[in-house]
Protein backbone atom coordinates (compact mmCIF):
# COMPACT_ATOMS: atom_id res chain seq x y z
CA UNK A 1 0.00 0.00 0.00
CA UNK A 2 1.52 3.71 -0.70
CA UNK A 3 0.50 6.82 0.89
CA UNK A 4 0.80 10.44 0.64
CA UNK A 5 2.31 13.24 2.56
CA UNK A 6 0.06 15.55 4.36
CA UNK A 7 0.66 19.20 3.23
CA UNK A 8 -1.62 22.18 5.26
CA UNK A 9 -4.67 23.05 3.33
CA UNK A 10 -3.89 26.74 4.18
CA UNK A 11 -3.32 28.02 0.99
CA UNK A 12 -1.56 31.36 -0.39
CA UNK A 13 -0.75 31.93 -4.36
CA UNK A 14 2.78 30.32 -3.74
CA UNK A 15 1.74 27.22 -2.26
CA UNK A 16 1.14 24.11 -4.00
CA UNK A 17 -2.23 22.51 -3.12
CA UNK A 18 -2.62 19.73 -1.34
CA UNK A 19 -1.88 16.02 -3.06
CA UNK A 20 -4.96 13.79 -3.32
CA UNK A 21 -4.81 10.53 -1.50
CA UNK A 22 -3.08 8.11 -3.26
CA UNK A 23 -4.60 5.17 -5.12
CA UNK A 24 -4.03 1.74 -3.48
CA UNK A 25 -2.65 -0.55 -5.85
CA UNK A 26 -2.62 -4.48 -4.59
CA UNK A 27 -0.62 -7.26 -6.25
CA UNK A 28 -1.39 -10.73 -5.75
CA UNK A 29 -4.15 -13.31 -4.71
CA UNK A 30 -6.10 -10.31 -3.21
CA UNK A 31 -5.98 -8.43 -5.78
CA UNK A 32 -8.51 -10.44 -8.57
CA UNK A 33 -12.12 -9.99 -8.34
CA UNK A 34 -13.16 -13.34 -8.16
CA UNK A 35 -16.18 -12.57 -10.26
CA UNK A 36 -13.94 -11.71 -13.37
CA UNK A 37 -13.43 -15.01 -15.05
CA UNK A 38 -16.88 -16.27 -14.08
CA UNK A 39 -19.48 -16.69 -16.59
CA UNK A 40 -23.38 -15.85 -16.30
CA UNK A 41 -24.84 -19.16 -16.18
CA UNK A 42 -22.41 -19.77 -13.34
CA UNK A 43 -23.09 -17.25 -11.74
CA UNK A 44 -26.63 -17.83 -11.49
CA UNK A 45 -26.05 -21.10 -10.47
CA UNK A 46 -24.82 -20.28 -7.21
CA UNK A 47 -28.17 -19.18 -6.22
CA UNK A 48 -29.18 -23.07 -4.46
CA UNK A 49 -26.05 -23.42 -2.81
CA UNK A 50 -26.59 -19.97 -1.39
CA UNK A 51 -29.97 -20.72 -0.19
CA UNK A 52 -28.79 -24.48 1.24
CA UNK A 53 -26.49 -21.93 3.17
CA UNK A 54 -29.07 -19.45 4.60
CA UNK A 55 -31.04 -22.50 5.56
CA UNK A 56 -27.97 -24.20 7.07
CA UNK A 57 -26.83 -20.82 9.28
CA UNK A 58 -31.01 -20.51 9.87
CA UNK A 59 -31.10 -23.74 11.49
CA UNK A 60 -28.19 -23.89 13.08
CA UNK A 61 -29.68 -20.45 14.75
CA UNK A 62 -33.36 -21.06 15.28
CA UNK A 63 -34.84 -24.70 13.98
CA UNK A 64 -38.20 -23.74 15.06
CA UNK A 65 -38.50 -20.41 13.61
CA UNK A 66 -36.82 -22.39 10.09
CA UNK A 67 -39.56 -24.92 10.51
CA UNK A 68 -42.37 -22.32 10.92
CA UNK A 69 -41.15 -20.54 7.92
CA UNK A 70 -40.82 -23.88 5.43
CA UNK A 71 -44.65 -24.82 6.99
CA UNK A 72 -45.76 -21.15 6.06
CA UNK A 73 -44.16 -21.73 2.44
CA UNK A 74 -46.28 -24.67 2.34
CA UNK A 75 -49.49 -23.38 3.18
CA UNK A 76 -48.91 -20.57 0.43
CA UNK A 77 -48.33 -22.28 -1.88
CA UNK A 78 -51.53 -24.53 -1.35
CA UNK A 79 -53.44 -21.39 -0.88
CA UNK A 80 -52.28 -20.33 -3.90
CA UNK A 81 -53.61 -23.34 -5.89
CA UNK A 82 -56.74 -23.28 -4.12
CA UNK A 83 -57.70 -19.57 -4.85
CA UNK A 84 -57.06 -20.09 -8.67
CA UNK A 85 -59.22 -23.28 -8.70
CA UNK A 86 -62.00 -21.54 -6.41
CA UNK A 87 -61.33 -18.71 -9.08
CA UNK A 88 -62.26 -21.06 -12.18
CA UNK A 89 -65.33 -22.53 -10.28
CA UNK A 90 -66.88 -19.12 -9.65
CA UNK A 91 -66.20 -17.42 -12.81
CA UNK A 92 -68.50 -20.23 -14.62
CA UNK A 93 -71.82 -18.79 -12.66
CA UNK A 94 -70.75 -15.09 -12.38
CA UNK A 95 -70.32 -14.49 -16.16
CA UNK A 96 -73.22 -17.38 -17.13
CA UNK A 97 -76.72 -16.36 -18.29
CA UNK A 98 -79.28 -15.99 -15.30
CA UNK A 99 -80.51 -13.48 -12.49
CA UNK A 100 -77.57 -11.59 -10.70
CA UNK A 101 -78.55 -12.74 -7.46
CA UNK A 102 -78.99 -16.33 -8.74
CA UNK A 103 -75.69 -16.37 -10.43
CA UNK A 104 -74.39 -15.22 -7.49
CA UNK A 105 -75.75 -17.51 -4.81
CA UNK A 106 -74.18 -20.38 -7.19
CA UNK A 107 -70.89 -18.43 -6.90
CA UNK A 108 -71.19 -18.01 -3.05
CA UNK A 109 -69.00 -20.98 -1.91
CA UNK A 110 -66.17 -20.92 -4.43
CA UNK A 111 -66.10 -16.88 -3.26
CA UNK A 112 -65.89 -18.00 0.13
CA UNK A 113 -62.69 -20.42 -0.50
CA UNK A 114 -61.35 -17.52 -2.27
CA UNK A 115 -61.34 -15.42 0.58
CA UNK A 116 -60.34 -17.81 2.95
CA UNK A 117 -56.91 -18.88 0.90
CA UNK A 118 -56.90 -15.15 0.58
CA UNK A 119 -56.97 -14.86 4.45
CA UNK A 120 -54.50 -18.14 4.58
CA UNK A 121 -51.81 -16.79 2.46
CA UNK A 122 -51.94 -12.82 4.41
CA UNK A 123 -51.96 -14.77 7.77
CA UNK A 124 -49.06 -17.31 6.47
CA UNK A 125 -47.21 -14.11 5.19
CA UNK A 126 -47.35 -12.67 8.80
CA UNK A 127 -46.21 -15.38 10.91
CA UNK A 128 -43.19 -16.00 8.07
CA UNK A 129 -42.36 -12.71 9.05
CA UNK A 130 -42.50 -12.72 12.78
CA UNK A 131 -40.01 -16.46 12.09
CA UNK A 132 -38.07 -13.92 9.96
CA UNK A 133 -37.61 -11.47 12.74
CA UNK A 134 -36.56 -14.46 15.24
CA UNK A 135 -33.80 -15.68 13.19
CA UNK A 136 -32.13 -12.87 11.63
CA UNK A 137 -31.06 -10.70 15.15
CA UNK A 138 -29.34 -13.47 16.32
CA UNK A 139 -27.94 -14.73 12.75
CA UNK A 140 -26.26 -11.12 12.24
CA UNK A 141 -24.80 -11.17 15.91
CA UNK A 142 -23.56 -15.02 15.23
CA UNK A 143 -22.13 -13.76 11.90
CA UNK A 144 -20.22 -10.48 13.45
CA UNK A 145 -19.08 -12.20 16.16
CA UNK A 146 -17.25 -14.21 14.13
CA UNK A 147 -16.14 -12.20 11.92
CA UNK A 148 -14.71 -10.12 15.18
CA UNK A 149 -13.45 -13.97 16.73
CA UNK A 150 -11.28 -14.77 13.84
CA UNK A 151 -9.63 -11.25 12.97
CA UNK A 152 -8.57 -11.48 16.81
CA UNK A 153 -7.44 -14.88 16.92
CA UNK A 154 -5.22 -15.00 13.40
CA UNK A 155 -1.80 -15.47 13.91
CA UNK A 156 -0.83 -11.60 14.47
CA UNK A 157 1.46 -11.98 11.21
CA UNK A 158 -1.55 -12.06 9.11
CA UNK A 159 -1.87 -8.06 10.11
CA UNK A 160 0.84 -7.61 8.09
CA UNK A 161 0.04 -9.40 4.70
CA UNK A 162 -0.76 -6.88 1.87
CA UNK A 163 -4.91 -7.40 1.66
CA UNK A 164 -5.64 -8.73 4.87
CA UNK A 165 -7.59 -5.36 5.95
CA UNK A 166 -9.07 -4.82 2.61
CA UNK A 167 -10.45 -8.25 2.90
CA UNK A 168 -11.96 -7.84 6.21
CA UNK A 169 -13.42 -4.68 4.69
CA UNK A 170 -14.91 -6.79 2.35
CA UNK A 171 -16.11 -9.57 4.73
CA UNK A 172 -18.12 -6.79 6.84
CA UNK A 173 -20.56 -6.42 3.68
CA UNK A 174 -21.13 -9.86 3.84
CA UNK A 175 -21.67 -9.38 7.58
CA UNK A 176 -24.50 -6.38 6.44
CA UNK A 177 -26.33 -8.77 4.27
CA UNK A 178 -26.93 -11.35 6.77
CA UNK A 179 -29.43 -8.94 7.73
CA UNK A 180 -31.52 -9.30 4.96
CA UNK A 181 -30.72 -12.14 3.26
CA UNK A 182 -32.77 -14.67 5.40
CA UNK A 183 -36.20 -12.07 4.45
CA UNK A 184 -34.52 -12.07 0.80
CA UNK A 185 -34.63 -16.32 0.75
CA UNK A 186 -37.94 -16.31 2.48
CA UNK A 187 -39.22 -13.91 -0.14
CA UNK A 188 -37.85 -15.69 -3.17
CA UNK A 189 -39.24 -19.04 -2.07
CA UNK A 190 -42.71 -17.80 -1.16
CA UNK A 191 -42.42 -16.50 -4.55
CA UNK A 192 -41.14 -19.60 -6.71
CA UNK A 193 -43.97 -21.71 -5.24
CA UNK A 194 -46.83 -19.07 -5.97
CA UNK A 195 -45.11 -19.39 -9.58
CA UNK A 196 -45.25 -23.05 -9.68
CA UNK A 197 -48.41 -23.32 -8.69
CA UNK A 198 -50.27 -20.36 -11.08
CA UNK A 199 -47.87 -21.68 -13.53
CA UNK A 200 -49.46 -25.12 -12.86
CA UNK A 201 -52.73 -24.04 -13.01
CA UNK A 202 -52.04 -21.79 -16.25
CA UNK A 203 -50.59 -24.87 -17.86
CA UNK A 204 -54.01 -27.15 -17.30
CA UNK A 205 -55.88 -23.84 -18.50
CA UNK A 206 -53.24 -23.78 -22.21
CA UNK A 207 -50.10 -24.66 -22.08
CA UNK A 208 -49.17 -22.46 -24.53
CA UNK A 209 -49.53 -19.38 -22.05
CA UNK A 210 -46.68 -20.66 -19.83
CA UNK A 211 -43.61 -20.52 -21.99
CA UNK A 212 -44.64 -17.30 -23.03
CA UNK A 213 -45.00 -15.97 -19.40
CA UNK A 214 -40.76 -17.25 -18.93
CA UNK A 215 -39.70 -15.13 -21.95
CA UNK A 216 -41.96 -12.24 -20.78
CA UNK A 217 -39.88 -12.76 -17.20
CA UNK A 218 -36.49 -13.78 -18.42
CA UNK A 219 -34.85 -10.92 -19.59
CA UNK A 220 -35.43 -9.08 -16.73
CA UNK A 221 -34.31 -11.58 -14.26
CA UNK A 222 -31.23 -11.80 -16.36
CA UNK A 223 -30.92 -7.80 -16.52
CA UNK A 224 -30.97 -8.30 -12.42
CA UNK A 225 -28.44 -10.37 -12.45
CA UNK A 226 -26.08 -8.79 -14.69
CA UNK A 227 -26.97 -5.64 -12.81
CA UNK A 228 -25.64 -7.24 -9.54
CA UNK A 229 -22.74 -8.07 -10.79
CA UNK A 230 -21.83 -4.56 -11.87
CA UNK A 231 -22.67 -3.52 -8.60
CA UNK A 232 -20.14 -6.10 -6.63
CA UNK A 233 -17.56 -5.09 -9.19
CA UNK A 234 -17.61 -1.33 -8.02
CA UNK A 235 -18.33 -2.66 -4.86
CA UNK A 236 -14.87 -5.13 -4.95
CA UNK A 237 -13.23 -2.01 -6.75
CA UNK A 238 -13.86 0.66 -4.01
CA UNK A 239 -12.76 -1.99 -1.35
CA UNK A 240 -9.15 -0.40 -0.15
CA UNK A 241 -10.84 3.18 -1.05
CA UNK A 242 -13.67 2.50 1.60
CA UNK A 243 -11.18 0.95 4.20
CA UNK A 244 -8.75 3.88 4.18
CA UNK A 245 -11.79 6.36 4.39
CA UNK A 246 -13.44 4.39 7.59
CA UNK A 247 -10.11 4.64 9.24
CA UNK A 248 -9.17 8.39 8.43
CA UNK A 249 -13.43 8.78 9.10
CA UNK A 250 -12.43 7.56 12.99
CA UNK A 251 -9.32 9.07 13.07
CA UNK A 252 -10.84 12.58 11.83
CA UNK A 253 -13.93 13.15 14.21
CA UNK A 254 -12.68 11.18 17.28
CA UNK A 255 -12.07 13.28 20.34
CA UNK A 256 -8.24 11.60 21.21
CA UNK A 257 -7.01 13.74 17.92
CA UNK A 258 -8.97 16.79 18.07
CA UNK A 259 -6.56 19.13 19.28
CA UNK A 260 -3.34 17.79 16.82
CA UNK A 261 -5.65 18.17 14.45
CA UNK A 262 -6.91 21.56 14.95
CA UNK A 263 -4.11 22.97 16.41
CA UNK A 264 -1.55 22.11 13.58
CA UNK A 265 -4.22 23.36 11.14
CA UNK A 266 -5.00 19.97 9.72
CA UNK A 267 -8.89 19.77 9.67
CA UNK A 268 -9.37 21.09 6.16
CA UNK A 269 -7.06 19.06 5.12
CA UNK A 270 -8.90 16.00 6.65
CA UNK A 271 -12.13 17.34 5.38
CA UNK A 272 -10.57 17.06 1.82
CA UNK A 273 -8.47 13.93 2.06
CA UNK A 274 -12.27 12.65 2.94
CA UNK A 275 -14.22 13.83 0.58
CA UNK A 276 -11.19 13.11 -2.39
CA UNK A 277 -11.56 9.10 -0.70
CA UNK A 278 -15.42 9.57 -1.34
CA UNK A 279 -15.52 11.49 -4.76
CA UNK A 280 -13.12 8.64 -6.40
CA UNK A 281 -15.58 5.20 -4.87
CA UNK A 282 -18.53 7.80 -6.30
CA UNK A 283 -16.88 8.48 -9.85
CA UNK A 284 -16.07 4.40 -10.23
CA UNK A 285 -19.99 4.16 -9.28
CA UNK A 286 -21.24 6.90 -12.07
CA UNK A 287 -18.85 5.36 -14.71
CA UNK A 288 -20.69 1.95 -14.09
CA UNK A 289 -24.00 3.75 -14.71
CA UNK A 290 -24.16 3.51 -18.90
CA UNK A 291 -23.53 0.01 -18.42
CA UNK A 292 -26.68 -0.64 -16.12
CA UNK A 293 -28.97 1.04 -17.88
CA UNK A 294 -27.79 -0.50 -21.00
CA UNK A 295 -28.61 -3.73 -19.34
CA UNK A 296 -32.05 -2.25 -17.80
CA UNK A 297 -33.26 -0.74 -21.31
CA UNK A 298 -32.42 -3.98 -23.13
CA UNK A 299 -33.81 -6.13 -21.00
CA UNK A 300 -37.20 -4.14 -20.56
CA UNK A 301 -37.40 -4.08 -24.06
CA UNK A 302 -37.37 -8.22 -24.24
CA UNK A 303 -39.60 -8.51 -21.76
CA UNK A 304 -42.26 -6.14 -23.14
CA UNK A 305 -42.42 -7.45 -26.25
CA UNK A 306 -42.83 -10.66 -25.12
CA UNK A 307 -45.46 -9.59 -22.42
CA UNK A 308 -47.50 -7.99 -25.41
CA UNK A 309 -47.37 -11.38 -26.42
CA UNK A 310 -48.62 -13.24 -23.53
CA UNK A 311 -51.67 -11.12 -23.69
CA UNK A 312 -51.91 -11.00 -27.06
CA UNK A 313 -52.18 -14.63 -27.40
CA UNK A 314 -54.64 -14.65 -24.33
CA UNK A 315 -57.05 -12.54 -26.14
CA UNK A 316 -56.33 -14.44 -29.54
CA UNK A 317 -57.82 -17.64 -27.70
CA UNK A 318 -61.05 -16.10 -26.34
CA UNK A 319 -61.56 -13.92 -29.06
CA UNK A 320 -61.37 -16.99 -31.54
CA UNK A 321 -63.48 -19.46 -28.82
CA UNK A 322 -60.53 -21.44 -28.43
CA UNK A 323 -61.22 -21.48 -24.66
CA UNK A 324 -64.39 -20.51 -22.83
CA UNK A 325 -64.97 -16.52 -21.56
CA UNK A 326 -64.73 -18.40 -17.97
CA UNK A 327 -62.11 -19.68 -18.57
CA UNK A 328 -59.88 -17.14 -20.42
CA UNK A 329 -61.09 -14.57 -17.02
CA UNK A 330 -59.35 -17.46 -14.92
CA UNK A 331 -56.43 -17.44 -17.42
CA UNK A 332 -56.26 -13.65 -16.80
CA UNK A 333 -55.88 -13.65 -13.21
CA UNK A 334 -53.32 -16.85 -13.55
CA UNK A 335 -51.31 -14.86 -15.53
CA UNK A 336 -51.63 -11.70 -13.09
CA UNK A 337 -50.39 -13.94 -10.51
CA UNK A 338 -48.05 -15.57 -12.33
CA UNK A 339 -46.60 -12.75 -13.99
CA UNK A 340 -46.63 -10.94 -10.01
CA UNK A 341 -44.65 -14.53 -9.06
CA UNK A 342 -42.28 -14.48 -11.64
CA UNK A 343 -41.74 -10.49 -11.03
CA UNK A 344 -41.14 -11.49 -7.39
CA UNK A 345 -38.52 -14.65 -8.20
CA UNK A 346 -36.68 -12.05 -10.06
CA UNK A 347 -36.44 -9.64 -7.58
CA UNK A 348 -35.52 -11.80 -4.89
CA UNK A 349 -33.40 -14.07 -6.67
CA UNK A 350 -31.19 -11.41 -7.61
CA UNK A 351 -31.14 -10.32 -4.29
CA UNK A 352 -30.45 -13.58 -2.97
CA UNK A 353 -27.73 -13.75 -5.67
CA UNK A 354 -26.19 -10.03 -4.65
CA UNK A 355 -26.41 -11.80 -0.86
CA UNK A 356 -24.07 -14.66 -2.25
CA UNK A 357 -21.60 -12.44 -3.31
CA UNK A 358 -20.89 -10.66 -0.06
CA UNK A 359 -21.46 -14.10 1.93
CA UNK A 360 -18.73 -15.37 -0.56
CA UNK A 361 -16.39 -12.71 0.74
CA UNK A 362 -17.23 -13.46 4.17
CA UNK A 363 -17.36 -17.26 4.53
CA UNK A 364 -13.59 -16.95 2.18
CA UNK A 365 -12.59 -14.19 4.91
CA UNK A 366 -13.12 -16.86 7.79
CA UNK A 367 -11.79 -19.93 6.48
CA UNK A 368 -8.59 -18.24 5.40
CA UNK A 369 -8.80 -16.43 8.93
CA UNK A 370 -8.89 -20.19 10.62
CA UNK A 371 -6.32 -21.10 8.10
CA UNK A 372 -4.30 -18.36 9.78
CA UNK A 373 -5.33 -19.40 13.16
CA UNK A 374 -2.45 -20.65 15.69
CA UNK A 375 -1.80 -24.14 14.87
CA UNK A 376 0.98 -25.38 17.47
CA UNK A 377 0.67 -27.88 19.88
CA UNK A 378 -1.13 -28.05 23.21
CA UNK A 379 1.14 -28.43 25.39
CA UNK A 380 0.90 -26.19 28.59
CA UNK A 381 3.34 -24.05 30.42
CA UNK A 382 3.63 -24.43 34.18
CA UNK A 383 4.47 -22.34 37.06
CA UNK A 384 7.09 -21.11 37.70
CA UNK A 385 8.94 -20.24 34.26
CA UNK A 386 12.39 -20.68 35.10
CA UNK A 387 14.02 -20.04 31.87
CA UNK A 388 12.96 -18.82 28.51
CA UNK A 389 15.77 -19.61 25.69
CA UNK A 390 16.08 -17.94 22.43
CA UNK A 391 18.29 -20.09 19.70
CA UNK A 392 19.71 -18.54 16.26
CA UNK A 393 16.19 -17.12 15.78
CA UNK A 394 15.48 -15.24 12.76
CA UNK A 395 12.03 -13.78 12.03
CA UNK A 396 10.63 -11.60 8.64
CA UNK A 397 7.44 -9.87 8.15
CA UNK A 398 5.49 -10.83 5.42
CA UNK A 399 6.87 -9.09 2.36
CA UNK A 400 9.83 -8.16 3.88
CA UNK A 401 13.51 -8.79 2.08
CA UNK A 402 15.04 -8.38 5.05
CA UNK A 403 14.64 -9.87 8.70
CA UNK A 404 13.75 -7.86 11.71
CA UNK A 405 15.48 -10.10 13.80
CA UNK A 406 18.31 -11.79 12.25
CA UNK A 407 19.91 -15.29 14.52
CA UNK A 408 19.72 -13.87 18.07
CA UNK A 409 20.40 -16.70 20.82
CA UNK A 410 19.45 -15.17 24.37
CA UNK A 411 18.75 -16.94 27.63
CA UNK A 412 16.61 -15.23 30.38
CA UNK A 413 15.89 -16.43 33.76
CA UNK A 414 13.79 -16.14 36.81
CA UNK A 415 14.89 -12.99 39.37
CA UNK A 416 16.57 -11.01 36.26
CA UNK A 417 15.96 -7.68 34.94
CA UNK A 418 17.12 -7.30 31.26
CA UNK A 419 17.17 -4.47 29.63
CA UNK A 420 16.94 -3.88 25.53
CA UNK A 421 17.94 -1.00 24.03
CA UNK A 422 18.45 -0.31 20.78
CA UNK A 423 17.81 2.65 18.10
CA UNK A 424 14.43 2.66 16.54
CA UNK A 425 13.80 -0.63 14.18
CA UNK A 426 16.36 -2.61 15.52
CA UNK A 427 14.11 -5.14 16.43
CA UNK A 428 13.44 -4.63 20.08
CA UNK A 429 9.40 -5.03 20.10
CA UNK A 430 9.82 -7.82 17.22
CA UNK A 431 12.24 -9.48 20.10
CA UNK A 432 9.33 -9.26 22.36
CA UNK A 433 6.97 -10.97 20.50
CA UNK A 434 8.96 -13.73 19.63
CA UNK A 435 9.39 -14.18 23.37
CA UNK A 436 5.73 -14.29 23.95
CA UNK A 437 4.68 -16.28 21.49
CA UNK A 438 2.55 -13.86 19.43
CA UNK A 439 4.84 -14.73 16.46
CA UNK A 440 6.77 -17.87 15.75
CA UNK A 441 10.45 -17.52 14.35
CA UNK A 442 11.20 -18.44 10.77
CA UNK A 443 14.19 -20.32 11.40
CA UNK A 444 15.61 -21.59 15.04
CA UNK A 445 13.92 -22.16 18.48
CA UNK A 446 12.08 -20.11 21.53
CA UNK A 447 11.34 -22.45 24.35
CA UNK A 448 10.12 -21.63 27.66
CA UNK A 449 11.71 -24.18 30.45
CA UNK A 450 12.71 -25.99 27.33
CA UNK A 451 9.82 -26.69 25.75
CA UNK A 452 9.23 -24.97 21.76
CA UNK A 453 6.89 -22.80 21.54
CA UNK A 454 5.34 -24.03 18.84
CA UNK A 455 4.39 -26.72 20.30
CA UNK A 456 2.75 -24.79 23.41
CA UNK A 457 -1.22 -24.10 23.32
CA UNK A 458 -0.69 -20.12 23.33
CA UNK A 459 -3.10 -19.24 25.61
CA UNK A 460 -0.82 -21.01 28.50
CA UNK A 461 1.69 -18.55 27.38
CA UNK A 462 -0.29 -15.58 27.49
CA UNK A 463 -1.82 -16.35 30.95
CA UNK A 464 1.30 -16.01 31.98
CA UNK A 465 2.58 -12.99 30.47
CA UNK A 466 2.36 -9.38 31.45
CA UNK A 467 2.71 -6.83 28.67
CA UNK A 468 3.02 -2.93 28.94
CA UNK A 469 3.03 -2.21 24.85
CA UNK A 470 4.62 1.09 23.71
CA UNK A 471 1.04 1.62 21.82
CA UNK A 472 -1.43 0.71 24.71
CA UNK A 473 -5.00 0.18 24.34
CA UNK A 474 -6.94 2.91 26.24
CA UNK A 475 -9.97 0.85 26.53
CA UNK A 476 -13.69 2.42 27.51
CA UNK A 477 -14.17 0.91 30.14
CA UNK A 478 -14.84 1.25 33.75
CA UNK A 479 -11.45 1.67 35.92
CA UNK A 480 -11.54 -1.95 37.37
CA UNK A 481 -11.79 -3.40 33.75
CA UNK A 482 -9.26 -1.74 32.74
CA UNK A 483 -7.17 -3.06 35.36
CA UNK A 484 -8.31 -6.98 35.36
CA UNK A 485 -9.13 -6.50 31.81
CA UNK A 486 -12.10 -8.78 32.46
CA UNK A 487 -10.06 -11.37 34.35
CA UNK A 488 -10.71 -11.09 38.13
CA UNK A 489 -9.01 -12.70 40.31
CA UNK A 490 -10.93 -12.47 43.28
CA UNK A 491 -14.40 -11.34 44.55
CA UNK A 492 -13.33 -7.92 46.19
CA UNK A 493 -11.55 -5.19 44.64
CA UNK A 494 -8.52 -6.05 47.12
CA UNK A 495 -6.18 -7.05 44.38
CA UNK A 496 -7.28 -4.31 42.07
CA UNK A 497 -6.27 -1.46 44.60
CA UNK A 498 -2.88 -3.49 45.17
CA UNK A 499 -1.82 -2.78 41.82
CA UNK A 500 -3.67 0.68 41.42
CA UNK A 501 -1.20 1.73 44.94
CA UNK A 502 1.97 0.07 43.02
CA UNK A 503 1.64 2.45 40.13
CA UNK A 504 0.46 5.61 42.50
CA UNK A 505 -2.99 6.02 41.27
CA UNK A 506 -5.00 5.85 43.98
CA UNK A 507 -5.39 9.54 44.76
CA UNK A 508 -6.59 9.85 41.22
CA UNK A 509 -8.76 6.87 40.78
CA UNK A 510 -10.44 8.52 44.28
CA UNK A 511 -10.77 11.34 42.78
CA UNK A 512 -13.10 9.92 39.58
CA UNK A 513 -16.67 10.86 39.89
CA UNK A 514 -17.43 7.10 40.74
CA UNK A 515 -13.82 5.54 42.03
CA UNK A 516 -13.32 1.92 40.04
CA UNK A 517 -16.61 2.39 38.47
CA UNK A 518 -16.25 5.22 36.11
CA UNK A 519 -16.24 4.55 32.44
CA UNK A 520 -12.98 6.14 30.63
CA UNK A 521 -14.42 7.06 27.69
CA UNK A 522 -14.93 10.86 27.94
CA UNK A 523 -17.14 10.84 24.81
CA UNK A 524 -20.07 8.88 26.66
CA UNK A 525 -22.30 10.52 29.15
CA UNK A 526 -21.27 10.53 32.72
CA UNK A 527 -17.55 9.10 31.56
CA UNK A 528 -14.14 10.55 32.73
CA UNK A 529 -10.63 10.90 30.95
CA UNK A 530 -7.14 10.68 31.95
CA UNK A 531 -3.96 12.53 31.40
CA UNK A 532 -1.73 10.56 28.85
CA UNK A 533 0.60 9.91 32.08
CA UNK A 534 -2.48 8.42 34.36
CA UNK A 535 -2.88 5.90 31.52
CA UNK A 536 0.37 4.41 31.47
CA UNK A 537 0.47 4.22 34.57
CA UNK A 538 -2.84 2.48 34.62
CA UNK A 539 -1.04 -0.46 31.83
CA UNK A 540 0.77 -0.77 33.94
CA UNK A 541 -1.23 -1.53 36.55
CA UNK A 542 -2.54 -3.98 34.27
CA UNK A 543 0.77 -6.14 33.75
CA UNK A 544 1.19 -5.72 37.68
CA UNK A 545 -2.37 -6.90 38.72
CA UNK A 546 -1.55 -10.10 36.68
CA UNK A 547 1.37 -11.48 38.82
CA UNK A 548 3.09 -12.65 35.65
CA UNK A 549 6.12 -15.61 34.88
CA UNK A 550 6.93 -12.69 32.69
CA UNK A 551 6.66 -9.10 32.50
CA UNK A 552 7.78 -7.04 29.77
CA UNK A 553 7.33 -3.26 29.75
CA UNK A 554 8.50 -1.31 26.26
CA UNK A 555 8.74 2.23 27.48
CA UNK A 556 7.00 2.07 30.55
CA UNK A 557 7.18 6.22 31.41
CA UNK A 558 7.80 7.76 28.21
CA UNK A 559 4.42 9.75 29.45
CA UNK A 560 5.12 10.03 33.03
CA UNK A 561 7.01 12.77 35.21
CA UNK A 562 10.17 12.39 37.42
CA UNK A 563 8.37 11.17 40.34
CA UNK A 564 5.76 8.51 38.47
CA UNK A 565 8.40 6.81 36.54
CA UNK A 566 10.80 6.53 40.06
CA UNK A 567 7.56 4.67 41.37
CA UNK A 568 7.20 2.71 38.38
CA UNK A 569 10.87 1.24 38.65
CA UNK A 570 10.84 0.91 42.15
CA UNK A 571 7.97 -1.51 42.11
CA UNK A 572 10.00 -3.24 39.11
CA UNK A 573 12.90 -3.70 41.41
CA UNK A 574 10.82 -5.42 44.39
CA UNK A 575 9.24 -8.06 42.36
CA UNK A 576 11.41 -9.28 40.13
CA UNK A 577 12.70 -11.92 42.06
CA UNK A 578 9.65 -13.87 40.92
CA UNK A 579 9.60 -13.49 37.16
CA UNK A 580 11.41 -12.96 34.00
CA UNK A 581 11.55 -9.13 33.64
CA UNK A 582 12.14 -7.19 30.32
CA UNK A 583 12.76 -3.93 30.14
CA UNK A 584 12.51 -1.76 26.60
CA UNK A 585 13.79 1.95 26.75
CA UNK A 586 15.43 4.60 25.13
CA UNK A 587 16.14 6.44 28.40
CA UNK A 588 19.46 4.74 28.88
CA UNK A 589 19.75 5.59 32.60
CA UNK A 590 16.98 3.69 33.74
CA UNK A 591 18.71 0.70 32.75
CA UNK A 592 20.58 0.69 35.90
CA UNK A 593 17.74 -1.24 37.36
CA UNK A 594 19.04 -4.28 35.19
CA UNK A 595 20.76 -7.23 35.22
CA UNK A 596 21.76 -7.35 32.34
CA UNK A 597 21.33 -5.56 28.89
CA UNK A 598 21.24 -6.52 25.46
CA UNK A 599 21.89 -3.63 23.02
CA UNK A 600 20.21 -4.27 19.24
CA UNK A 601 21.30 -2.90 15.98
CA UNK A 602 19.68 -4.27 12.09
CA UNK A 603 18.19 -7.26 14.20
CA UNK A 604 21.24 -8.54 15.84
CA UNK A 605 22.39 -8.40 19.41
CA UNK A 606 26.00 -6.57 19.13
CA UNK A 607 26.34 -6.25 22.84
CA UNK A 608 25.16 -7.29 25.84
CA UNK A 609 26.70 -6.78 29.53
CA UNK A 610 26.34 -4.66 32.96
CA UNK A 611 25.48 -1.31 32.81
CA UNK A 612 29.22 -0.17 34.28
CA UNK A 613 30.62 -2.98 31.58
CA UNK A 614 28.91 -1.31 28.42
CA UNK A 615 29.41 2.25 29.51
CA UNK A 616 33.34 1.86 29.11
CA UNK A 617 33.46 -0.65 26.59
CA UNK A 618 33.29 2.42 23.80
CA UNK A 619 30.35 0.59 21.76
CA UNK A 620 26.91 1.69 20.96
CA UNK A 621 25.23 1.50 24.14
CA UNK A 622 28.17 4.38 25.38
CA UNK A 623 27.69 6.03 22.06
CA UNK A 624 23.98 6.23 23.11
CA UNK A 625 24.27 7.45 26.43
CA UNK A 626 26.88 9.87 25.47
CA UNK A 627 23.85 11.31 23.13
CA UNK A 628 21.07 11.29 25.40
CA UNK A 629 23.46 13.09 28.04
CA UNK A 630 24.28 15.88 25.52
CA UNK A 631 21.78 18.34 26.22
Not at 581 to 595: F, K, S
Request: net charge neutral.
Amino acid sequence: MTSTDTHSPQQTDTTPPPPPPAEIKYSGQYSVNPLGAVSFWKLCAQIPSVLRHITRMSWETDRRAVQLLLACQVVTGVAAAVLLAATARAMGPILGAGAVVDRLREALPALLVMAGAAALTRGAGAVAMYAERRITPTLTTGTDTALVAAVCRVEAAAYAVDGFADRQEAAEMGVLRTHVMVADAQRFMSALIRMITAGGVLSVLNILMLPLLLLAVLPAGIGAVLTARVDYEIHYANVADRNIRGMMRWWSTTPRFADEARANGMTDYLLFWYRSLSERCDRRTLAAAPRTLRIALVSAVAGGFFLVATWGALAWLAVTGRVALAIAATAVVAVQTTLAALSQVVVNGAAVFHTSLYLGDMQTFLADAADRAPKRGDVAIGAPVEEIRLDEVVYRYPGKDKAAVDGVSLTLRRGEIVAVVGVNGSGKSTLTRLITGIYLADKGCVSWNGTDLADVAPATVWSRTGLVPQIFAQWPLRVRENVTLGQPRTHDDAAVWEAVDAVGMREAIEDLPSGLDTLLARETFGGAELSGGQWQRLACSRALYRRPSLLILDEPTSQMDPRGEHQIFEEIKAISGDRITIVITHRLENTRIADHIVVMDHGRITEQGRYDDLVHAGGTFAELLRLSQDR
